[in-house]
T-cell receptor
Framework: EAGVTQFPSHSVIEKGQTVTLRCDPISGHDNLYWYRRVMGKEIKFLLH????????ESGMPNNRFLAERTGGTYSTLKVQPAELEDSGVYFC??????????????FGPGTRLTVT | AQSVSQHNHHVILSEAASLELGCNYS??????LFWYVQYPGQHLQLLLK??????LVKGIKGFEAEFIKSKFSFNLRKPSVQWSDTAEYFC???????????FGTGTRLKVLA
């Protein structure tokens, strides 16, 4: 069974540019999550999809971040325009649909974003 | 607000030494608890989890953790570490009935051969 995959693995962009990160969850996982780790700090929740619907986007830093999950399969996270403080590792995770988070989340390898 | 504290940021041990990594959380309700590990160049992997039942949980690769509700703690232990345990370890909590995980800052473990 393929795990969660993310693309690209690394991205280096200049301040003001746009970047789109992609996540492919484990097949059959309706829950999809985005997290971010800024260097040296904790991994922080950004948002949660159930199928194509955003269930919780309380962790999204600001309106420069836009996440989509069209068709309830893969998801994209766009940062536009990117700022220096957006640098970090962006993790995607997925889990089965179940009652109240009872299923563990499986994480992808992350995308390391560097904004210069 | 929920938070997770991992007190040891960097730990260096010799092979065969015993390991205990601390994890404390702040949340008054029922929680699910997790330890994840990230080996160099690899993705986060689940070591073990606690949802309910026996508070002593056994995970993969000889790791175990004990949930002590009165202390809001979920410390990770291993009686004898190996060089291959060199990795970063993350404690995570989620409030029962919710989905998002709250992570600690991670502990980097280096095991000397």
């Amino acid at each position: 069974e393929a795990g969660v995959t993310q693309f690209p693995s690394h991205s280096v962009i200049e301040k003001g540019q746009t970047v789109t990160l992609r996540c492919d969850p484990i097949s059959g996982h309706d829950n999809l999550y985005w997290y971010r780790r800024v260097m040296g700090k904790e991994i922080k929740f950004l948002l949660h999809f159930v199928k194509e619907s955003k269930q919780d986007e309380s962790g999204m830093p600001n309106n420069r971040f836009l996440a989509e999950r069209t068709g309830g399969t893969y998801s994209t996270l766009k940062v536009q325009p990117a700022e220096l403080e957006d640098s970090g590792v962006y993790f995607c995770a997925s889990s089965q649909l179940g009652t109240g988070g009872i299923y563990e989340q499986y994480f992808g390898p992350g995308t390391r974003l560097t904004v210069t | 607000a929920q938070s997770v504290s991992q007190h040891n940021h960097h730990v260096i041990l010799s092979e065969a030494a015993s390991l205990e990594l601390g994890c404390n959380y702040s949340y008054g309700g029922t929680v699910n608890l997790f330890w994840y590990v990230q080996y160099p160049g690899q993705h986060l992997q689940l070591l073990l989890k606690y949802f309910s039942g026996d508070p002593l949980v056994k995970g993969i690769k000889g790791f175990e953790a004990e949930f002590i509700k009165s202390k809001f703690s979920f410390n990770l232990r291993k009686p004898s570490v190996q060089w291959s345990d060199t990795a970063e370890y993350f404690c995570a909590v989620n409030a029962r009935g919710t989905y998002k995980y709250i992570f600690g800052t991670g502990t980097r473990l280096k095991v000397l051969a």
